[in-house]
């Protein structure tokens, strides 16, 4: 019973990882929260990273994230109808990344 219930938390506390900020990256998302931007979603598995960069487009309808998880390139497709998306691309020293999506309603 007891590997029942933790089977049952695990999805759960993995969703939470996912839809949370992480400290590791938190001082990169600082500047740009001042600037109205808001983080959505992460995107991979966080970690000691060597150097981040950015994409955003005003006028591209999608924007697609991109990352590399355990040597497997992921992505993801964001439509920009009502809000802008703006992806942090952050790199690993294994050349793994992960990606923080951020946004900020259309003016």
Request: net charge neutral; hydrophobic share 40%.
């Given at each position: 019973?007891?590997?029942?219930?933790?089977?049952?938390?695990?999805p759960?506390?993995?969703y939470?990882?996912?839809?949370?900020?992480?400290?590791?990256?938190?001082?990169?998302?600082?500047s740009?929260?001042?600037?109205?931007?808001?983080?959505?979603?992460e995107?991979?598995?966080?970690?000691?990273?060597?150097?981040?960069?950015?994409?955003?487009?005003?006028?591209?309808?999608?924007?697609?994230?991109?990352?590399?998880?355990?040597?497997?390139?992921?992505?993801?497709?964001?439509?920009?109808?009502?809000?802008?998306?703006l992806?942090?691309?952050?790199?690993?020293?294994?050349?793994?990344s992960?990606?923080?999506?951020?946004?900020?309603?259309?003016?």
């Open positions: 019973m007891k590997i029942l219930k933790v089977f049952m938390f695990f759960i506390m993995c939470s990882c996912n839809n949370r900020e992480s400290s590791v990256y938190g001082s990169e998302l600082r740009w929260k001042e600037e109205g931007w808001s983080f959505k979603e995107l991979g598995k966080p970690g000691k990273y060597i150097f981040v960069s950015n994409f955003k487009s005003d006028s591209a309808s999608t924007i697609n994230a991109i990352w590399v998880q355990e040597g497997k390139r992921e992505e993801k497709e964001f439509f920009q109808k009502d809000e802008s998306i992806i942090l691309n952050f790199m690993k020293n294994d050349s793994d992960f990606v923080v999506v951020m946004s900020k309603e259309k003016q």
